[in-house]
């Protein structure tokens, strides 16, 4: 199970934390994606951190201003978001798949969005 949490309203140059609280399996196994969802686009990847906690950033535009982290202790993995733009606006998601960072297809299990607003 996981539940991704964090987002708001935050004005343009502003910081967000978004977290995903995991249960039921080891962050050590399994891998954590964040991905996001802006009005009329399609769904795309944004990180990804793996069972090794090794973490990958996959957007260009957010490199640089998200990083990405896990505590294994709370069973939750943290996507800081600095620096923040209105093009980051979007409903955001954390899903979980085996070990490995991969594609959003091949990823099996989605938490609920959490909607991260930039507007002045």
């Known amino acids: 199970q996981l539940q991704a949490s964090g987002g708001g309203l935050v004005q343009p140059g502003g910081s967000l934390r978004l977290s995903c609280v995991t249960s039921?399996?080891?962050?050590?196994?399994?891998?954590i994606g964040w991905f996001r969802q802006a009005p009329g686009k399609e769904r795309e990847g944004v990180s990804c951190?793996?069972?090794?906690?090794?973490?990958?950033i996959y957007l260009d535009s957010v490199k640089g201003r998200f990083t990405l982290s896990r505590d294994k202790a709370k069973n939750t993995v943290y996507l800081q978001m600095n620096s923040l733009k209105p093009e980051d606006t979007a409903v955001y998601y954390c899903?979980?798949?085996?070990?490995?960072?991969?594609?959003?297809?091949?990823?099996?299990?989605w938490g609920q969005g959490t909607q991260v607003t930039v507007s002045s």
């Open positions: 899903a979980t798949r085996n070990y490995y960072c991969s594609g959003q297809k091949d990823y099996d299990y």
């Open positions: 039921g399996f080891s962050l050590d196994l399994y891998a």
């Open positions: 951190i793996s069972g090794s906690g090794g973490s990958y």
